[in-house]
């Protein structure tokens, strides 16, 4: 199977503009998680989707916004970029909730 | 606790040896660990997890050792490799959910 497929692999944004990432989780899996890490508050919880449903947030500004698609992928979007935005977006998904997490290798947003 | 940290601990080990790193958690209520492996430029890659209801899992070269009673979760690494050499993060999460509360991560480094 493949894994968690993340793209893009790395992005440039300015301040003030939107991004969106994208996530296709491995087959099968439909549960699909968000990460940020950042080397000053490591890895933090974004959101779970599961069956096209938020089912968790992690403490994000609104600007953090998800979905997930019938067929399971997922998209995140950050608005209004900051640059305190600037992160590894990590994916992950597992079969169902509860179980095995499998991450991507993740999107490397800049901020400048 | 949240992960939090930019300044990792480091365990030096030579090659062959055993490895013990080591994480304490906050949730009494975390019903389910996991301990993931990171490597540079990567996303953490699963390694073994651990539900609350049992105290010791074995898998291939790997023991996770789970102390309630301390709020204490050790990987044990067998053998050490230079292919071992990453960044080790424990995490835990209640409730069935894929809400995972990360440690800030220790560097394990293997020397020939």
Request: hydrophobic share 30%; net charge positive; glycine share 10%.
């Amino acid at each position: 199977k493949a894994g968690v497929t993340q793209t893009p692999r790395y992005l440039i944004k300015t301040r003030g503009q939107q991004v969106t990432l994208s996530c296709s989780p491995i087959s099968g899996h439909r549960s699909v998680s968000w990460y940020q890490q950042t080397p000053g508050q490591g890895l933090q919880f974004l959101f779970e989707y599961f069956s096209e449903t938020q089912r968790n947030k992690g403490n994000f500004p609104g600007r953090f916004s998800g979905r997930q698609f019938s067929n399971s992928r997922s998209e995140m979007n950050v608005s209004t970029l900051e640059l305190g935005d600037s992160a590894l977006y990590l994916c992950a998904s597992s079969e169902r909730q509860g179980e095995k997490l499998f991450f991507g290798s993740g999107t490397q947003l800049s901020v400048l | 606790g949240e992960s939090v940290g930019l300044h990792l601990p480091t365990l030096s080990v030579q090659e062959g040896d055993n490895s013990i790193i080591n994480c304490a958690y906050s949730n009494s209520a975390s019903d389910y660990f996991i301990w993931y492996k990171q490597e540079s430029g990567k996303g953490p890659q699963f390694i073994i997890d651990i539900r609350s209801n049992m105290d010791k899992r074995q898998g291939q070269r790997v023991t996770v050792l789970l102390n309630k009673t301390v709020k204490h979760l050790s990987l044990q690494i067998a053998a050490t490799q230079p292919g071992d050499s990453a960044v080790y993060f424990c995490a835990e999460s209640s409730g069935g959910y894929n809400k995972l509360i990360f440690g800030a991560g220790t560097r394990l480094a293997v020397h020939p």
